[in-house]
């Protein structure tokens, strides 16, 4: 095995410059009556980490649940000098990230890039990168159901008033039950966390291998749901903790190897078959990781 | 060696022309036009304006062309190309006893002022393939009757004058909730519930209405009367404080006449159900009315015992374009929490493993 490379890459950052903005549309597709509004709702949310904000979401010209919210948020917070990375499940190159990236090529004519550090902005479907962020950076994520209580408990009218009681003994209980059960609390992604000691919150669904980079983190997150018409927010440097119980501490996913292209053992695997005879191969799920730390080695 | 999944921005480009390809279809066919699918295909082009929430023919025509005859898929089309619209403000209430009717016909009375229209319906129709239709330009003409002066009072206001209705709110210049400018929330005003019944999924509502048909919340309705014509839409301009007509549209309407047994504030008396839709949408107006109806139970002291008195479940899941989006999205990469799932599966499975050996070990 190869030494390890430092964590930070020192290879030079790939920006894909401005490009033209399709004349007919605003920038960024919505108009400023729209971008003012989803700002007021993103001001509140940044005032009450944790909390979700009510926003009249639009209808985009991309599905329900393929990232609505989280386009919305970008398209209101975008300015012309950003620079914009997309990822969906760690990668820059899955067909939807790809779509989303192109929407604001055309729409708003920006930068864009695959770096984690180049970027401004980094809209995500289901993971945190890997390379720690900076201060000025923002993450938006795509939230399908923004709800930590709603399988517990699927009438809003119920779930509202336990987040203003901080009421969460239901959700203790449920994970006490998994223990009991399984010996596990059986939740591996979209694993509540605990947002400046008050609110509940769902991450998305990242795996719980991403929940303790939230903490204290000195970018920006942003979460945004498009269908539910809900906006949440985790400003810089502000405590987020999983769930758990004394006894049962929370912990994170581990692999038995590391990856087998950059060699990287901190990072999060997925699994790729590789034949019909079962043999598997583990690579980091974070593309831009997975790579920078192989061009540093070759 | 492993090979990276790169180039989903060429395959999307490629799986994009095909579309197109896939939509044209065979090209020795003519192409179909936007004025043949408005005209040809109306009542597609209504449904795509009702739940699309935009008055829109032609528009409606295209999204239609474009989505390969895919409703829902059309609807989303217009519904992503309002999002561009600005909006300016509400236009005054329609004043649908003014409506230049089409059709009107009322299952309570046998006659009534204005009269039974039956219009172009497919009603009393024996649904035998028309093999007819194979050939072009064969079809009869209608004779038509001269537009008529006579008024066509809405029949249940007739019922109101009797005092056997309820009253119809009052409030008309109060300005509605607007769904499309502001979040869901609950429990809902009957206006947020009109609204989003309007552009909610046919099919849903059809359902919906059904099972209150079927014991599920028993409504007792009868079709009161269902219009079908043009009417003008007015609009009133701040600046110029006066009512101008922006024009016509035609619209589908349907009021359900509920029983109701009274409770110890009110009288027994009738209640009503509305149903409202763009062009021509019986079936869907008849259903909104229903579970408009249906979802007046709280308000009238009923028993809540049915997924259509249920606010939260209707208006949550009545909108087709949120509902095909969340359930198509499964379609959507998902092996990082995948990933997360079996790495707990295999740990699981390991561990009941131990336990069993371990059990068996002090069996022997």
């Known amino acids: 095995m190869n030494e390890i490379p430092p964590k930070e890459p020192l290879i030079e950052t790939i920006i894909e410059p401005a490009t033209q903005i399709d004349p007919n549309y605003n920038f960024a597709y919505l108009n400023e009556q729209t971008k003012k509004m989803i700002r007021r709702a993103l001001l509140k949310a940044v005032a009450i980490p944790g909390y979700q904000v009510p926003f009249a979401g639009r209808e985009m010209p991309m599905p329900y649940g393929w990232g609505t919210g989280g386009v919305q948020i970008t398209a209101s917070i975008l300015t012309p000098d950003d620079v914009l990375k997309v990822i969906d499940q760690g990668a820059d190159d899955t067909t939807n990230a790809v779509s989303i990236r192109k929407f604001f090529q055309r729409t708003a004519g920006i930068a864009t890039t695959l770096n984690t550090a180049a970027a401004t902005v980094i809209q995500t479907r289901h993971r945190i990168p890997e390379q720690k962020l900076q201060e000025g950076q923002i993450l938006v994520y795509q939230v399908p159901i923004p709800e930590p209580l709603r399988f517990l408990e699927p009438r809003e009218t119920e779930t509202r008033k336990m987040h203003a009681f901080e009421d969460y003994g239901l959700m203790h209980v449920k994970l006490y039950e998994d223990i009991s059960q399984h010996g596990h609390i059986a939740t591996t992604y979209a694993y509540p966390v605990m947002v400046e000691n008050h609110y509940v919150m769902d991450p998305s669904p990242i795996p719980k291998f991403d929940n303790p980079k939230m903490n204290n983190n000195p970018a920006l997150q942003l979460f945004g749901a498009g269908r539910e018409k809900r906006i949440y927010a985790i400003p810089p440097y502000t405590k987020v903790v999983s769930l758990d119980f004394e006894d049962h501490p929370f912990e994170i996913q581990a692999w038995d190897q590391p990856c087998e292209i950059c060699g990287a053992e901190d990072s999060f695997l997925d699994e790729v078959i590789m034949d019909d005879q079962g043999t598997r191969m583990f690579v980091c799920s974070d593309s831009d990781y997975c790579q920078s730390r192989s061009e540093v080695q070759s | ?364």
């Open chain 2, 1 to 364: 060696m492993f090979v990276a999944v790169k180039g989903g921005e060429k395959a999307i480009n490629n799986a994009h022309k095909l579309l197109a390809e896939a939509r044209r279809g065979d090209t020795s066919i003519p192409e179909i036009s936007i004025e043949q699918i408005e005209q040809q295909l109306s009542l597609s082009v209504d449904r795509v304006m009702s739940e699309g929430s935009l008055y829109d023919r032609l528009l409606a025509a295209t999204a239609i062309k474009q989505a390969r005859g895919d409703l829902i898929e059309a609807i989303f089309l217009v519904r992503a190309s309002r999002t561009t619209l600005t909006s300016f403000g509400y236009s005054q209430p329609l004043n649908t006893s003014e409506m230049q009717v089409l059709r009107r016909i009322s299952a309570t009375y046998k006659d009534l002022p204005g009269g039974q229209v039956l219009g172009p319906t497919f009603d009393y129709t024996h649904r035998l393939i028309d093999k007819n239709l194979e050939q072009t330009n064969n079809f009869p003409t209608a004779i038509k009757a001269p537009a008529s002066n006579e008024a066509t009072p809405h029949v249940l206001g007739l019922l109101s004058d009797e005092g056997l209705m309820e009253q119809p709110p009052t409030d008309t210049d109060a300005e509605p909730n607007d769904l499309t400018r502001e979040p869901l929330s609950f429990p809902a005003n009957r206006d947020t519930r009109l609204q989003s019944l309007a552009r909610g999924d046919e099919g849903f509502l059809l359902a919906l209405a059904y099972s209150t048909q079927r014991g599920y919340a028993r409504t007792h309705p009868f079709a009161g009367e269902i219009r079908i014509g043009k009417v003008a839409v007015e609009f009133t301009p701040e600046e110029l404080g006066f009512t101008l007509e922006l024009g016509e549209i035609e619209i589908t309407e349907c009021e359900m006449v509920n029983q109701f047994t009274g409770s110890k504030n009110t009288p027994p008396q009738f209640t009503r159900g509305y149903g409202i839709t763009f062009g021509q949408g019986e079936r869907k107006a008849m259903s909104m009315a229903l579970v408009d109806r249906a979802l007046r139970a709280e308000e009238l002291s009923e028993d809540l015992v049915a997924p259509a008195q249920d606010e939260e479940f209707v208006l949550s899941h009545c909108d087709n374009v949120q509902a095909t989006g969340f359930v198509e999205h499964l379609k959507l990469p998902h092996y990082v929490d995948f990933q997360a799932e079996l790495e707990l599966v295999r740990k699981m499975r390991a561990e009941q493993n131990v336990g069993q050996s371990q059990t068996s070990e002090a069996a022997e």
